[in-house]
């Protein structure tokens, strides 16, 4: 008797998506919303418990996630043109981000311009958002993945593994010349392990080492940067331009490795020793400092 071929279904393609009424629902954007949500609550809880005030995530979210989607769609269409604007293409896909095709390293771009504007705003320094972000953010791109599972893309090499994933030679993303019934490496699930055990790491290095001052960003762009790379290395996305013939996504991997690497070791030597113990501007903590003293002399008794 034959063996079993042991593989990873992939979803029915009518699976990625699903209509309420006249409104068509893409899982691939649920999966993106949940990931924002689940980072908000955990970098909401771990700035609460340095004493920032409730809601403030949100107040930055509502700057980071906008500019963070039209950045993150402008680098994915920039690196993938042949997808968009080769001939019979229709240019008008740009916009359709529920179908996929949004870049995390644009994300980054636009996410940071966003978290800049918003905790100058609240007083709160842009490091310490950034840290407290860290763990959240790979938490996010790992529950992010799942939408890349229901789309069938994000896959690598054929395979025989036994965890190799199926996909459908109906699906856009299907290479050409592959014979139907070819398993390929599940990127989406490596990335999604590698990310919850990056953003498990990052928290360990904090308890006992104490990172602080950018540090977990820091490390947040080294462990992504490094998976990334090597993840890209194997994945399949012939329309991904390729300067050097090495894809673009793999030269935006080592910057931000690079990127994590310069933070690290610079915030390392300008605050060596020193606690982060607040994470507000000295600004506002002169504001709070006057605010306290200002209260105290209003509760002190009046002479009669």
Not at 3 to 15: A, Q, T
Not at 121 to 128: D, K, N, S, V
Not at 174 to 186: I, N, Y
Not at 190 to 209: D, K, P, Q, S, T
Request: aromatic letters at 12%; proline letters at 7%; a neutral charge.
């Amino acid at each position: 008797m034959a063996g079993v071929r042991l593989s990873i279904p992939s979803p029915d393609l009518s699976w990625s998506s699903f209509h309420i009424g006249p409104l068509t629902i893409h899982v691939y954007a649920l999966c993106i919303i949940a990931g924002i949500i689940a980072a908000v609550i955990i970098t909401e809880r771990r700035l609460r418990a340095r004493g920032v005030p409730a809601g403030t995530v949100i107040d930055v979210a509502l700057w980071t996630v906008p500019l963070g989607i039209i950045a993150a769609r402008i680098y994915h269409v920039l690196t993938h043109m042949g997808d968009y604007f080769a001939p019979g293409d229709n240019p008008w896909a740009v916009v359709a981000i529920w179908d996929g095709g949004n870049a995390i390293y644009g994300s980054m771009i636009g996410g940071a311009i966003g978290i800049y504007i918003a905790t100058r705003r609240a007083g709160i320094r842009f490091f310490a958002f950034a840290d407290a972000l860290a763990p959240a953010l790979l938490v996010a791109q790992a529950i992010g993945r799942l939408g890349n599972y229901f789309n069938q893309e994000l896959f690598g090499l054929p395979t025989t593994l036994p965890w190799g994933l199926e996909i459908s030679p109906d699906a856009p993303m299907f290479p050409a010349g592959v014979a139907p019934g070819t398993l390929f490496h599940p990127l989406f699930l490596y990335e999604m392990i590698w990310n919850l055990v990056g953003a498990a790491l990052i928290i360990v290095l904090e308890r006992r080492v104490r990172l602080g001052w950018g540090r977990s960003i820091a490390s947040y762009f080294i462990w992504y940067g490094l998976g990334r790379s090597w993840l890209e290395a194997i994945r399949i996305d012939p329309t991904s331009d390729a300067p050097l013939g090495i894809p673009a996504n793999i030269w935006a991997s080592f910057a931000v490795v690079l990127l994590g690497v310069a933070i690290f070791v610079v915030q390392t030597v300008r605050y060596r020793g020193e606690p982060d113990t607040s994470p507000f501007t000295a600004a506002e903590q002169q504001r709070q400092e006057a605010e306290k003293l200002a209260v105290t002399r209003e509760d002190a008794p009046q002479p009669s």
